[in-house]
């Protein structure tokens, strides 16, 4: 018989209820682009469409960008010691510059907005499957940068890390039987531990079949304040500038993080917005919630139509709950049922309107 796992469910009511976010992200069909491209006397390099998994594949993804730049500089020395610019202030653009700032270039951020980005609203699920159209190759892609990227959470959870001091931490995750997160290969590397199956149950009638794993948690808030303040202490300097063009910019060399920005400096036709909504909680026995959700779900639309939609839950501030993946839609108030439709959803798995 296997275990059975006692939660607690997070409180629903409406005066539970904090903030209903809206968040856009930058998805790219099939894998995110990283590559490098001489533009006229430029050197860009590219990093970005890992929307919807940015926290996920961030550290792997960064450090991918930066031996391509690396490998150009020995191909054409010409680009050594020039002072370099990077696009976006998203937590891409500020680990990029915090990178190659502690390796001892010069390097300034420049973007439009630096506050209320997709990075400070994630909800840190560590969720590095590969999509379903990827080809081989790029499915090999993504499980080296997400091991790249768990390995340095680990780094940062035992103290190791040279420059993040908080942010991630290790929790129970429960997993819908239906969901595969991907971690198989993390599995046999031996980052992350087999799971168990276990039942869990929220105090009341409401009882599921899970595989609980162990996994790395990513606090984004936290984790972007540690950032911000690597930045500080590094003095990197930072311009509030939307760019229309390479051109635009002085610096001949460039690293492209600009997420959904991106589609219109490169005219990439593979970046789809995708638009998620997430609610924040309050007022909740926190100390009690200290565990991942993820399961899928079957609803009834308005049309009485059935939507496979997904439960999350993780402890970010005093708890959220998420989430929707609407590919094509750019709009930042559009879909405002949604959020309707995630209370009732959340409230019936589990069970509880209080």
Known sequence: MQRIVQLTPPALSAEHIKEKIICIRAHRERIFQIDAQKLHDKLIIHNYGQGGAGWTFLFGCVQ???RKFEHEVVQNSHYKNKPIAVIGAGCYGLLTAIMLARKGHRVRI???ETENLPSHKAAGLFFPRPRKCSTQEEIA????????SYSAYLQIIDGSH????????LLPAYFG???DPGFGPYIAAGLIK???AVTINFGNSKNYDALEHRIVYLNATILMQELWRTIKELGIS???QEIANFADIEESIIFNCAGLGAKKLTGDAKIIPVQ???ITLQQQPIEQLQYLINFQVTMTDERGGHREEIIYFAPKGDGIVGTTFLRGTDSPTANQHEFDRLIERCRNFFGTNF
């Not at 892609?141 to 790249?148: I, K, N, T």
């Not at 040279?162 to 931490?169: D, E, S």
């Open 64 to 66: 991918e960008a930066i």
């Open 110 to 112: 420049i973007a439009k």
């Open 141 to 148: 892609q993504f499980y080296a940068r997400g091991m790249e």
């Open 162 to 169: 040279p420059f993040i001091n908080r942010g991630p931490q």
């Open 177 to 179: 039987r239906e969901i």
């Open 194 to 196: 087999q799971p168990e």
């Open 238 to 240: 930072i311009i509030k």
């Open 276 to 278: 998620g909504h997430l």
